[in-house]
């Protein structure tokens, strides 16, 4: 069993729709979660950023994280053709290495 | 600030031959990790870096893989001898804090 699991899609929506993205894992250790986004042919780079358990808000996106289901989502409102990319979640114990999940590939259709 | 650079950018090579990839991370980073990423595995980490020193390297798949850091603005991957298996996109990062910065990669082909 790896890790960290996340569902690789693909994930295709409509302009506008809600958006919502998990990772489960299985090492209760991890207090670190972040979610990363790639484009196409790029490297990924940081999207949000959550210690421990809670949410957090940043414009039309929110991270949540439930330790005690070993869950974390990404939920992106408002979802905009700009949008689509391939989101990785990535977890560690300390900050520096990383665990990261297969990643989901996403689609906003105009 | 330039951000990561990675070089190069793109690599194709035979099977048997030594490769050598190059990063420079962002001015003032301590913190370097080498990357791996396939459709198959994801993205992996391979080792990382604090202030020149490797730090952990447990994720290196085996002896013909090495890095080095001679200061604190180059770091290199090389792969001796290289296998069709090794083909992939190679990330480098650099940080500072918790955020890690990653370079756009080199596209590995080993044929």
């Known amino acids: 069993q790896k890790e960290v699991e996340q569902d690789p899609g693909p994930l295709s929506v409509p302009e506008g729709a809600i958006v919502s993205l998990n990772c489960t894992y299985s090492?209760?250790?991890?207090?670190?979660f972040m979610w990363y986004r790639q484009y196409s042919r790029k490297g990924p780079e940081l999207l949000m950023y959550?210690?421990?358990?809670g949410n957090k808000e940043d414009g039309r996106f929110t991270a949540q994280v439930d330790k005690s289901s070993k869950y974390i989502s990404l939920f992106i409102r408002d979802s905009q053709p700009s949008d689509s990319a391939t989101y990785l979640c990535?977890?560690?114990?300390?900050?520096?290495?990383?665990?990261f999940g297969q990643g989901t590939r996403l689609t906003i259709n105009p | 600030d330039a951000g990561v650079i990675q070089s190069p950018r793109h690599e194709v090579t035979e099977m048997g031959q030594e490769v050598t990839l190059r990063c420079k991370p962002i001015s003032g980073h301590d913190y370097l990790f080498w990357y791996r990423q396939t459709m198959m595995r994801g993205l992996e980490l391979l080792i990382y870096?604090?202030?020149?020193?490797?730090?952990?390297d447990s994720g290196m798949p085996e002896d013909r893989f090495s890095a080095k850091m001679p200061n604190a603005s180059f770091s290199t991957l090389k792969i001796q001898p290289s296998e069709p298996r090794d083909s992939a996109v190679y990330f480098c990062?650099?940080?500072?804090?918790?955020?890690?910065?990653f370079g756009p990669g080199t596209r590995l082909l080993v044929l």
């Open positions: 959550t210690y421990s358990s």
């Open positions: 990062a650099s940080s500072a804090a918790e955020t890690q910065y």
């Open positions: 090492n209760s250790a991890f207090q670190y």
């Open positions: 990535a977890m560690a114990k300390g900050a520096q290495k990383l665990v």
């Open positions: 870096f604090n202030n020149n020193v490797p730090i952990d």
